[in-house]
T-cell receptor
């Protein structure tokens, strides 16, 4: 089992640029979660999907953020345009319907300069 | 919304000492989980608790699901340097259908001095 795979591990971009973060959940898991971690706010849930359908996106900061899950094995989180305050570590996690335990990826450290 | 209060925020201990941290909630949870995050990595599950009153051990780690279902604690016995990291509690209240949404505490930063 390869676990939850996120890419890239690190991303440095200039303000105003588009950023796309990628996630491959564990095979067989049907729930996928995007989190943002900062020192000030800790772990914040941005959005989660169940069976590829967005269920709750109330944590998405603003319209600059969007997430998609075109199939059971892939999800993206896009920020357009990016701003310095978006700098954080973004985690993807997945879980199975019948076991409420999240498995996290290693995260993407985003720096917007 | 649901909130978790995790304490202490940070701890500095000597190798060999025991550690205790806890989480309290304003809401009742059906599941309590404890995660550890190493630097540069994502949180990794340590212990999962599914029943009120449940006491579960995983090596030197012991965690309990409070009787009121509003709290949980994690104990680490005989700490070692590799216990360093951030420990998170998380609670889950099943929200309709098959959707599981976890609420995380702010974390406890543990430093172990050799």
């Amino acid at each position: 089992d390869a676990g939850v795979i996120q890419s890239p591990r690190h991303e440095v971009t200039e303000m105003g640029q588009e950023v796309t973060l990628r996630c491959k959940p564990i095979s067989g898991h049907n729930s996928l979660f995007w989190y943002r971690q900062t020192m000030m706010r800790g772990l914040e849930l941005l959005i989660y999907f169940n069976n590829n359908v967005p269920i709750d996106d109330s944590g998405m900061p603003e319209d600059r953020f969007s997430a998609k899950m075109p199939n059971a094995s892939f999800s993206t989180l896009k920020i357009q345009p990016s701003e310095p305050r978006d700098s954080a570590v973004y985690f993807c996690a997945s879980s199975s319907t019948y076991r409420p335990v999240y498995t996290f990826g290693s995260g993407t450290r985003l720096t917007v300069v | 919304g649901q909130q978790l209060n995790q304490s202490p925020q940070s701890m500095f201990i000597q190798e060999g000492e025991d550690v205790s941290m806890n989480c309290t909630s304003s809401s009742i949870f059906n599941t309590w989980l404890w995660y550890k995050q190493d630097p540069g990595e994502g949180p990794v599950l340590l212990i999962a608790l599914y029943k009120a009153g449940e006491l579960t051990s995983n090596g030197r780690l012991t965690a309990q699901f409070g009787i009121t279902r509003k709290d949980s604690f994690l104990n680490i016995s005989a700490s070692i340097p590799s216990d360093v990291g951030i420990y998170f509690c998380a609670g889950q209240l099943r929200s309709g259908g098959s959707n599981y949404k976890l609420t995380f505490g702010k974390g406890t930063l543990l430093t172990v001095n050799p």
